[in-house]
């Protein structure tokens, strides 16, 4: 756990680096934010008033020097700091995280055992079928046609906006669709690997229900696998696939905030978002790794 603590710090100040020159390179933010009236004199003031006339080095170090803080600066286009307004949406990213991961492994899962239980049938080929479907194609296509069927031809469910609890049905049954379908495929595999095996025919044979036998043996021993895939596209899903879902569906996230943020060259905001996203993509990691070892014990030092 230290050693990958370690790592992970590691792993965090590279990509804040990253994202730092990045950020330095691809545009000014001053010319974003001032209007086009404004001299080049006034764009000199308010670039020297944000320290953005300094070399790239004593930017980066007094940058290091403030986020050693937890300051990771002023949002120039907010103008307010960037950490407060990252704060203020990171709860609903996490909120949607958590719901799609959950219709996420609930779809996978379910379809993953139906298919791995009854290999070659009809059940199983349209199983494979929409796994298959949800690893090609875009996210964002499948919200625009969920938002097309159920939103606009049906008018179920809300467009986009986060006005009352319908408005998480059709973020979450997106992100359940992308992400299901490589829990459903993994799932399918080792539950198809376990029901091969001797234990399995030596229950069946001593009339052990197949239902119990499912429940009880086969999903406890794949558990620890499919809890992993299911932990990974968790991460994936702060690792950048929610946000295009985010703007579709006009969710009040780090997307939109992140992608505005993006277009007006607000450094800052984007930093932050990248700090914060990224310490919870290794915090899953971590979790995941964790539960991993307590489900598995053939995973456990001697």
């Not at 803080?69 to 103008?79: A, M, N, Y």
């Not at 949406?89 to 492994?105: F, K």
């Not at 069927?149 to 049954?173: D, H, K, Q």
Request: net charge neutral; glycine share 8%; with cysteine.
């Amino acid at each position: 756990m230290l050693r990958r603590l370690r790592d992970a710090v590691i792993v965090q100040f590279l990509v804040v680096a990253v994202i730092f020159v990045i950020g330095y390179y691809v545009g000014d933010p001053v010319s974003a934010f001032a209007s086009p009236e404004a001299t080049e004199e006034q764009l000199a003031q308010l670039r020297r008033s944000l320290g953005l006339d300094q070399p790239f080095w004593v930017q980066f170090g007094r940058y290091l020097e403030d986020l050693a803080r937890l300051d990771v600066g002023t949002s120039v286009w907010q103008q307010r700091p960037a950490m407060e307004a990252v704060w203020e949406v990171i709860g609903n990213t996490v909120l949607l995280a958590i719901l799609g991961a959950v219709a996420a492994t609930v779809f996978g899962v379910v379809g993953g055992v139906l298919a791995g239980t009854r290999p070659g049938s009809a059940v199983d080929k349209v199983i494979n079928l929409i796994s298959v479907l949800s690893l090609s194609v875009a996210s964002f296509w499948i919200g625009l046609l969920l938002i097309i069927v159920f939103a606009v031809r049906l008018n179920m469910v809300p467009t986009s906006g986060w006005y009352e609890w319908r408005g998480l049905i059709l973020p979450v049954a997106t992100l359940g669709f992308i992400h299901g379908g490589r829990i459903c495929q993994v799932t399918r595999s080792v539950v198809l690997d376990e029901m091969s095996k001797a234990y399995v025919l030596v229950a069946r044979s001593r009339g052990l229900p197949y239902r119990r036998l499912v429940a009880g043996h086969v999903l406890r021993n794949v558990a620890a696998t499919v809890l992993t895939t299911a932990g990974w596209e968790f991460a994936r899903m702060f690792g950048g696939s929610i946000y295009p879902i985010e703007v579709v569906f006009a969710w009040p996230g780090l997307g939109p905030l992140m992608t505005t943020a993006a277009h007006r060259h607000d450094f800052p905001i984007v930093e932050a978002a990248v700090l914060i996203t990224g310490a919870l993509v290794i915090l899953v990691n971590l979790a995941v790794d964790v539960a991993s070892h307590l489900l598995d014990r053939r995973l456990r030092p001697e």
